[in-house]
């Protein structure tokens, strides 16, 4: 049991430290301009448009409950006016880059894996060399723009989403003014908080991309592989995701300086 915990365990870092590797390729590759136009629209829609309605059925979950609980402390201890901008400060800041990140990687990250991991299995990347086809430029790349780009928006909506449901949560079943509430957000939400949730929407579309394509490229094993690749590649992610997020928001905001 200790020897195969062990293996597992050194076959993960070691697969761990190949999606670092084709991190820092991609990175490359993409500042030499290597990108596949047609691929990488094709990916920008899997993972933009085709995630659309899950983040804002989130962002609307998860407004609402946060609402509920924010709202009936608040009031108990005469704070009502602080609502909107708490719940828009939490929103942006950490929960709408989290959540929206968590959900791509659930839906898209393990289809990159699963895609790529059959490929690998059933011979098509060594048939991508074999015309001489960087399998980097012609699906890593195109993937990892996607996932780049499209976070941060879906992130942004997301927020939306979540600050129109708790402001109907607010308004319904608080009885907060609207006007109340968005002025408390105004008050308390400023333009780099928005910013700050889009640097965390791009470096978690990188660990997405990135960890989903490296996890498909090094499978072995057939059917059973890409299934454990697939399991493995979402859980990896999740945990590159908070782990980062940690290191962000220390560099973001630990300091008045950086909330300014």
Same mark, same amino acid.
């Given at each position: 049991?200790?020897?195969?915990?062990? /293996?597992a365990l050194g076959a993960w870092?070691?697969?761990?430290? %190949?999606?670092?590797?084709?991190? !820092?390729?991609?990175?490359?590759? @993409?500042?030499?301009?290597?990108?596949? $136009?047609?691929?990488?629209?094709?990916?920008?829609?899997?993972?933009?448009?085709?995630?659309?309605?899950? @983040?804002?059925?989130?962002?609307? *979950?998860?407004?609402?409950?946060?609402?509920?609980?924010?709202? $009936?402390?608040?009031?108990?201890?005469?704070?009502?006016?602080?609502?909107?901008? #708490?719940?828009?400060? %939490?929103?942006?800041?950490?929960?709408?880059?989290?959540?929206?990140?968590?959900?791509?990687? !659930?839906?898209?990250? *393990?289809?990159? %894996?699963?895609?790529?991991?059959? +490929?690998?299995?059933?011979?098509?990347?060594?048939?991508?060399?074999?015309?001489?086809?960087?399998?980097?430029?012609?699906? #890593?790349?195109? $993937? %990892?723009?996607?996932?780049? #780009?499209?976070?941060?928006?879906?992130?942004?909506?997301?927020?939306?989403?979540?600050?129109?449901? !708790?402001?109907?949560?607010?308004?319904?079943?608080?009885?907060? /003014?609207?006007?109340?509430?968005?002025?408390?957000?105004?008050?308390?939400?400023?333009? +780099?908080?928005?910013?700050?949730?889009? @640097?965390?929407?791009?470096?978690?579309?990188?660990?997405?991309? #990135?960890? !989903?394509? /490296?996890?498909?490229?090094?499978? *072995?094993?057939?059917?059973?592989?890409?299934?454990? *690749?697939?399991?493995?590649?979402?859980?990896?992610?999740?945990?590159?995701?908070?782990?980062?997020?940690?290191?962000?928001?220390?560099?973001?905001?630990?300091?008045?300086?950086?909330?300014?």
């Open positions: 049991m200790a020897a195969a915990s062990k /293996s870092t070691q697969r761990a430290i %190949a999606a670092g590797l084709l991190g !820092g390729q991609t990175l490359v590759h @993409i500042a030499r301009g290597k990108i596949n $136009r047609r691929n990488t629209l094709e990916q920008m829609q899997i993972v933009g448009p085709d995630s659309l309605g899950i @983040i804002l059925l989130a962002g609307i *979950s998860i407004g609402s409950v946060f609402t509920i609980q924010v709202a $009936r402390e608040f009031i108990r201890y005469g704070a009502t006016t602080a609502i909107g901008g #708490v719940m828009a400060v %939490a929103m942006a800041r950490e929960l709408a880059p989290v959540f929206a990140a968590v959900v791509l990687a !659930g839906r898209v990250g *393990s289809a990159f %894996a699963a895609e790529i991991g059959t +490929m690998r299995v059933t011979e098509q990347i060594d048939a991508l060399y074999m015309l001489r086809t960087d399998p980097v430029d012609y699906l #890593v790349v195109p $993937r %990892a723009i996607a996932c780049c #780009v499209m976070l941060p928006l879906l992130t942004l909506l997301g927020f939306l989403a979540s600050i129109m449901a !708790g402001l109907i949560i607010a308004w319904q079943g608080f009885d907060i /003014s609207y006007f109340s509430f968005l002025n408390s957000v105004k008050t308390f939400l400023g333009p +780099m908080d928005l910013v700050y949730a889009s @640097i965390k929407g791009i470096c978690f579309g990188v660990l997405i991309a #990135v960890i !989903g394509c /490296s996890w498909g490229l090094t499978t *072995s094993g057939g059917a059973k592989g890409v299934g454990q *690749s697939t399991t493995t590649a979402v859980v990896t992610a999740l945990l590159a995701i908070l782990i980062a997020n940690f290191f962000l928001s220390w560099l973001m905001f630990r300091n008045s300086a950086a909330l300014g």
